[in-house]
């Protein structure tokens, strides 16, 4: 993941410091999220597209059954189950409805 080092240097005392623009285990995650829920009867591509103030990650089809844009972050509907245990199992993320709030915190104590 070296091209996801973008940072921005500021001054501690007498040292630099470095805050990445996007920590690596958010990008993990959101990459394997992408993976594991996407529909793969659907022939298209995963797009990634960055911006100044946010990444997205933008996966081809629609959403699974039950989930509308109002539920998303409170139902969980496994389109690969078999894919999620595996990409858990060898830690690529987080179990179960705890993305979110890992990533919330790791953008929290990184000050963003």
């Known amino acids: ?3 996801w080092k973008e940072s921005t240097e500021i001054a501690d005392g007498l040292y630099r410091r470095n805050i990445p ?13 992408a993976l594991v829920h996407r529909s793969y009867t ?6 990634i597209n960055v911006h100044p103030d946010r990444v997205e990650f933008v996966n081809p089809g629609q959403l699974p ?6 539920n998303i972050l409170h139902k969980s509907v496994k389109r690969n189950e078999r ?4 990409f858990f199992s060898l830690y690529l993320m987080e179990r179960e409805g705890s993305g979110y709030d890992k990533m919330y915190e790791v953008q929290l104590r990184n000050g963003k």
Request: hydrophobic share 45%.
């Open 83 to 86: 894919m999620a245990n595996l």
């Open 42 to 47: 659907v022939a298209d591509d995963i797009f």
């Open 65 to 70: 059954l039950g989930v509308t844009e109002n």
């Open 21 to 33: 623009a996007y920590d690596e285990r958010i990008i993990r995650e959101l990459y394997a999220n």
């Open 1 to 3: 993941m070296p091209d």
